[in-house]
């Protein structure tokens, strides 16, 4: 069964029941939701969008883009997830590449883009946004328009309104939704890295997603009563086909507001980026008794923030989720299984069921699944991922070596950054740690610099330890103290070049 489907059928169990809390504190019944999406999917299609037509989709986390996006995919169309903020050139190479024939913004993001004022000023605030009302692909036609929020100068003409589609009819009878005879047909396009030359974009179905959200709901049992607190889009959906409740905190939220919407709403689950918890833990320190489940991912979880998350929320169980944009979840952690293993590696737990475990003679981890993406935009379909980590097995449990590409090379010792950084941030007044390599101009060969962030006494202390925590050939040439480590995207990855520049002689 599809992931649209579920989430319908689970809708038409408990109409009644809240499916949804808005930013701003506004409900969703599960019945209202059901009705909402069945509207938007009758009227894309009574519009004329058909079967495999790419949506471009430049909507903000909110309930109406959850309902936009499960209309589009109900119908049979694909979302498209390409930030439009990335810049002129790589926006165009990914319009390029995913040629879709469909827009659907914010009313406010196509005024942005095409009125000179707005375009003006969010250039001076860094953010060159694409002229979204003339989009162009070549050969594939004049582009539709769906727009979010009152219509406002520079919305297309001829736009179709997200209201407007909401008020539409919705068919009496259970509907055919798209996937139900296909499930292996496009339902997302998610780009994730490459250049303006070369874009890259994962391809999920709606059944490498389904699968994807039966692995976090066999893991993390949800159900009706439960509350997540998240504005994660693959934490929300299992959450509404258990059910359950999904609470969004509001855009741009700081840190205080969301520990404050957890406990005014009862949260039982929330899941947060490891940095995020960090900022949220300094605002409030200690979290609601009502959290069972605290969720860390999209970057690894240092050891000083699992301690602080396991001490703020005792009665919970914190869980760091292992997973990739191609295939996820693949293995979760808890906090308690991660800091007893600081000084192997980064543990990552056992791989979940289905998941399909493969270590290359390099130490390089492949991946296979049910939950794995159809593949890459433009490339042949993958039956089994290269996933650039290096790891090893402990038993039937999957440690974490580091990046094939953060390898160093000392002479004839391979160092592996991420063997080692876990068991230095766990030393006393390390609150992170990151290890790069700075070339020498002059001999070719590359200094080891280990940044930290902590007092200013650190480097003392740490050369007197650090022989008694890792290898001799991995001790650094210079301890470099930041007041903090640079991150880069919305899930504030550590940004390592940028970190070889701040730390070069």
């Not at 162009?136 to 997200?162: D, E, K, N, Q």
């Not at 009878?173 to 030359?197: H, K, M």
């Not at 299984?337 to 399909?356: Q, Y």
């Amino acid at each position: 069964m599809t992931l649209v489907r579920r989430l319908l059928d689970q809708a038409a169990r408990t109409p009644e029941a809240v499916a949804l809390v808005a930013g701003d504190g506004a409900e969703l019944t599960y019945g209202e939701l059901r009705r909402q999406v069945l509207a938007v999917r009758h009227g894309l299609l009574s519009a004329g969008l058909a079967a495999g037509d790419g949506v471009l989709f430049s909507v903000r986390p909110a309930p109406e883009s959850l309902v936009l996006a499960l209309g589009v995919v109900a119908a049979g169309g694909v979302v498209v997830f390409a930030d439009p903020g990335a810049g002129p050139e790589m926006f165009t190479a990914r319009l390029r590449l995913a040629r879709p024939r469909w827009s659907a913004a914010e009313s406010v993001l196509y005024a942005g883009s095409r009125l000179r004022p707005v375009r003006a000023y969010a250039r001076r605030r860094g953010l060159l946004l694409p002229n979204l009302a003339d989009l162009r692909v070549p050969g594939a036609g004049p582009m539709r328009h769906i727009h979010v929020g009152r219509r406002l100068p520079g919305v297309p003409r001829g736009a179709l309104s997200f209201a407007d589609l909401l008020r539409g009819d919705v068919p009496k009878s259970a509907p055919q939704i798209a996937g139900d005879t296909d499930p292996d047909a496009p339902a997302a396009v998610i780009f994730t890295s490459g250049t303006t030359a070369s874009p890259r974009a994962v391809v999920h179905t709606q059944a490498s997603l389904a699968a994807a959200l039966e692995l976090f709901r066999a893991r993390l049992p949800l159900g009706p009563g439960d509350v997540v607190h998240t504005d994660q889009l693959m934490l929300g959906l299992p959450t509404l086909i258990a059910g359950a409740r999904w609470s969004m905190p509001p855009l741009f939220c700081p840190p205080a507001g969301f520990a404050r919407l957890m406990r005014e709403r009862g949260a039982t689950h929330t899941f947060c980026v490891p940095v995020h918890l960090a900022e949220i833990l300094d605002a409030a320190p200690e979290l609601p008794p009502t959290l069972r489940h605290v969720l860390l991912g999209a970057a690894p979880a240092p050891a000083a923030i699992l301690r602080r998350a396991a001490a703020a929320a005792p009665s919970a169980e914190v869980l760091s989720v292992y997973a990739m944009t191609e295939i996820l979840p693949v293995a979760i952690a808890s906090a308690e299984e991660k800091l007893a293993h600081l000084a192997s590696g980064d543990l990552l737990g056992v791989p979940l069921p289905g998941v399909g475990v493969r270590l290359a003679d390099d130490g390089e981890l492949l991946l296979s699944g049910p939950n794995l993406c159809r593949g890459y935009l433009g490339a042949d379909p993958l039956t089994e991922l290269p996933t650039g980590d290096l790891a090893r097995l402990d038993g039937d449990r999957l440690v974490l070596m580091g990046r094939k590409k953060d390898m160093l090379i000392r002479g004839k010792f391979n160092l592996y950054p991420g063997l080692y950084e876990p068991a230095i941030a766990a030393l006393p007044d390390v609150a992170e740690a990151a290890i790069v390599g700075v070339p020498d101009p002059h001999t070719g060969d590359e200094e080891v610099v280990l940044a930290v962030v902590g007092p200013s006494h650190l480097p003392t202390r740490l050369r007197r330890a650090l022989p008694d925590v890792i290898d001799h050939d991995a001790l650094p040439d210079r301890i470099v103290v930041l007041d903090e480590l640079p991150r880069a995207g919305r899930t504030r990855k550590l940004d390592r070049d940028r970190l070889r520049a701040m730390v070069a002689p």
